[in-house]
């Protein structure tokens, strides 16, 4: 009988366990058994003091009560818990009522949305701001670190604008627009030479040639202004800079008792039927060679900051497209006093006018490499390449001072030449830019700019003054070289 007891317990023990045992999973395998979470002492209703997490309430927590996690995952308002509501027996005891109808449950953040929140103000290397869903799709904005950076503002911008400026994806940025001017000192090559001058009776006394009165060193403004959109990414900017009009001037006179000639033949020149040669030549008392030179250059580009290069690197490369537009103008005249005659008597002086302007029209393409030295000190090399039209215009005249004009075989004076022909040109600045305060900086470099396809004055002078349809013919096989330095300051706002 007692046997018959024992086997009875041990078959309905089995009978119990192996169903419970299985609904836990991993059948057959040993596993801790879960404890039901251990429940706060019960208060007496009206002193129930919360832990140090939260709030104090007037209530004890019931069971079913929804809270929010004690240390939420991102920065934010405490969630208030949610309290079951309550109501009193006809015994008098305080009873927990079953919970509303779907509730509605306190959310744990995301993952995705704790990296959406927001940031920390400033990780030792970079400001940082906030940067939400919709704002990270328009702005574009790269990822650096725990918080989002603008990928252009870089260290350089910080010291521009300051710390505050880090807000940029909320449309609060609040250095968009820049302004700056330069001052530019520059010169150009020298063109082909010219013979223009040689002692009379000694021809192989050459004085004078246009080289003697190729453009020095001669001052010029730059102006940039642009603004910057989407998180400092992208940007507009339009450049305008020129070159004072530049005037260079050679005199010459005889010597020795020999009066001037000039290796141009311009015998078969004439004013009111006599040789032009008898003002440039013969004698002549006085040369004058004097050249004024014009340039003007506007450009409107899009640039794409920070093409390559993260925000944290000391070095970037940004790339810009747009249209520009260069003009140059080449005048060059050659003066003669007849012997016998002086400047104050116009009928005495002749004149030989050569004026070219080149117009080149076209798109072009570059990029900015910059290197930061220290946080307010970068260098910069920035090369521009670009494909034009060239419209060229040519006025070629010899008249005399009180405005009489050479005839020839094939007519008369002025003449006139157009063409368009494709001009390449390019630019390259390098340089030193230094953020020496908030909202300023300084910069310095050295810029030159080489264009081909370039009608010169020089090129346009045939060795038969006459020849009046070779002269309308527009020479456009010139190359031009302007190279020079500048400085000036840049303001951000």
């Not at 400001?127 to 328009?138: D, H, L």
């Not at 350089?156 to 627009?177: R, V």
């Amino acid at each position: 009988m007692r046997s018959l007891s024992i086997v009875l317990f041990l078959s309905a023990a089995t009978w119990c366990v192996v169903p419970a045992w299985a609904q836990f999973g991993l059948y057959g395998s040993p596993e801790a058994l879960r404890l039901p979470a251990a429940q706060p002492a019960a208060t007496p209703y009206g002193s129930y003091q919360a832990p140090g997490a939260y709030p104090a309430t007037s209530a004890p927590r019931p069971l079913d009560t929804f809270y929010a996690p004690a240390r939420p995952l991102s920065p934010g308002p405490y969630v208030q818990p949610v309290a079951a509501q309550s109501s009193t027996s006809t015994l008098g005891d305080t009873l927990p009522l079953e919970p509303a109808a779907n509730p509605a449950p306190v959310r744990t953040p995301s993952v995705v949305n704790q990296m959406l929140g927001p940031p920390v103000t400033d990780q030792g290397g970079g400001f940082y701001y906030e940067n939400t869903a919709n704002k990270a799709s328009s702005c574009g904005c790269g990822n650096c670190g725990e918080g989002v950076y603008s990928s252009a503002v870089g260290r350089f911008q910080q010291a521009a604008c300051g710390p505050e400026c880090g807000n940029c994806c909320d449309g609060a940025y609040c250095c968009p627009w820049y302004g700056g001017a330069n001052a530019l000192i520059m010169t150009r090559d020298k063109g082909n030479r010219v013979w223009t001058s040689y002692l009379d009776q000694n021809e192989p006394m050459q004085l004078a040639n246009t080289d003697d009165v190729a453009m020095d060193w001669h001052c010029g403004m730059e102006v940039r202004f642009g603004r910057r959109f989407c998180c400092d990414q992208w940007a507009i900017e339009a450049t305008y800079w020129t070159l004072f009009p530049s005037t260079e001037s050679f005199t010459l006179t005889g010597r020795d008792g020999f009066g001037l000639a000039t290796p141009l033949n311009d015998r078969e020149v004439e004013f009111n039927g006599i040789t032009a040669d008898d003002w440039f030549g013969n004698g002549a008392l006085e040369h004058r060679l004097s050249r004024r030179d014009e340039f003007h250059n506007v450009e409107i580009n899009a640039i794409r900051n920070r093409f390559l290069g993260g925000c944290n690197t000391p070095c970037g490369l940004d790339w810009l497209a747009g249209f520009r537009f260069f003009r140059f103008e080449d005048n060059l005249t050659f003066a003669s006093v007849q012997n016998g005659g002086s400047w104050a008597q116009p009928d005495t002086v002749a004149y030989l006018e050569d004026r070219v302007a080149n117009n080149l029209w076209g798109f072009q393409i570059g990029f900015n490499a910059d290197y930061c030295l220290a946080q307010n000190l970068r260098v910069f090399l920035t090369p521009k390449f670009g494909i034009y039209d060239n419209h060229i215009s040519h006025y070629f005249s010899m008249h005399l001072g009180d405005g009489t004009l050479g005839t020839g075989v094939y007519g008369s004076f002025p003449v006139d030449g157009h063409t368009d022909v494709v001009s390449f040109l390019t630019q390259i600045d390098l340089g030193l830019d230094w953020r020496f305060a908030e909202n300023w900086s300084a910069r310095i470099g050295y810029r030159v700019v080489k264009a081909t396809g370039i009608g010169l004055a020089e090129s346009q002078i045939p060795q038969y003054l006459v020849d009046l349809p070779e002269i309308s013919h527009v020479k456009t096989n010139g190359d031009l070289v302007l190279h020079g330095a500048y400085a000036g300051l840049t303001y951000s706002f």
